[in-house]
């Protein structure tokens, strides 16, 4: 497992290559969406934000809006630490603090959460590309950090892990004849 420092050295050196991929397709706007998702994915949405990290630290005093995802998630699970799961997850789990958070600034003068869904919708159309290079950003930079680590695979919860134990193999004998039974002295 790599620390923190690695995965952050990383997730530097890598942005901007990763970035250039987009390049012939979406031009320097596809450079800089996917550079900079790769960056915010592997810096601030890391699979490691179900622990206390440098990802949680970076967040400052909004680290405690990550309190109860890192207490409902155990570390390495398959909702923080799996391919494309845990990046949808944490996105999933920031679309509904913002949600709420709209909800309760709105009798306040704040805009309204159908406000905010519909602002996302129309990006999500006008710019499809350049949204889709951000993504991706963030999803390889959750690769990187799961490669890193050396297990890309997450544990399964508990309920699960009687159900799906992997089969035990008896180790094999160096001959392929049976062994004579021994007596007992």
């Given at each position: 497992m790599?620390?923190?420092?690695?995965?952050?050295?990383a997730?530097?050196?890598?942005?901007?290559p990763?970035?250039?991929?987009?390049?012939?397709?979406?031009?320097?706007?596809?450079?800089?969406?996917?550079?900079?998702?790769?960056?915010?994915?592997?810096?601030?949405?890391?699979?490691?934000?179900?622990?206390?990290s440098n990802?949680?630290?970076?967040?400052?005093?909004?680290?405690?809006?990550?309190?109860?995802?890192?207490?409902?998630?155990?570390?390495?699970?398959?909702?923080?630490?799996?391919?494309?799961?845990?990046?949808?997850?944490?996105?999933?789990?920031?679309a509904?603090l913002?949600?709420?958070?709209?909800?309760?600034l709105a009798?306040?003068?704040?805009p309204?959460?159908?406000?905010?869904?519909?602002?996302?919708?129309?990006?999500?159309?006008?710019q499809?590309?350049?949204?889709?290079?951000?993504?991706?950003?963030?999803?390889?930079?959750?690769?990187?950090?799961?490669?890193q680590?050396?297990?890309p695979?997450?544990?399964?919860p508990?309920?699960?892990?009687?159900?799906?134990?992997?089969?035990?193999?008896?180790?094999?004998?160096?001959?392929?004849?049976?062994?004579?039974?021994?007596?007992?002295?």
């Amino acid at each position: 497992m790599a620390s923190g420092r690695a995965h952050d050295r990383a997730t530097w050196l890598l942005a901007l290559p990763f970035g250039l991929l987009w390049a012939p397709a979406l031009g320097p706007g596809g450079v800089g969406c996917a550079g900079l998702g790769f960056l915010l994915g592997g810096l601030l949405l890391s699979p490691d934000l179900d622990t206390r990290s440098n990802a949680t630290r970076r967040w400052g005093p909004l680290g405690v809006l990550w309190w109860p995802y890192r207490h409902g998630l155990s570390h390495r699970s398959l909702f923080s630490h799996s391919p494309l799961l845990g990046t949808a997850g944490r996105l999933a789990y920031l679309a509904a603090l913002a949600l709420l958070a709209a909800a309760l600034l709105a009798p306040l003068g704040g805009p309204p959460p159908r406000q905010l869904l519909a602002a996302a919708l129309e990006l999500w159309h006008g710019q499809r590309p350049l949204v889709v290079s951000a993504l991706a950003g963030l999803e390889a930079s959750s690769w990187l950090h799961l490669i890193q680590d050396g297990d890309p695979l997450p544990r399964l919860p508990r309920p699960l892990r009687r159900w799906f134990r992997p089969a035990r193999r008896r180790p094999r004998s160096r001959s392929s004849a049976p062994r004579p039974r021994q007596l007992p002295r």
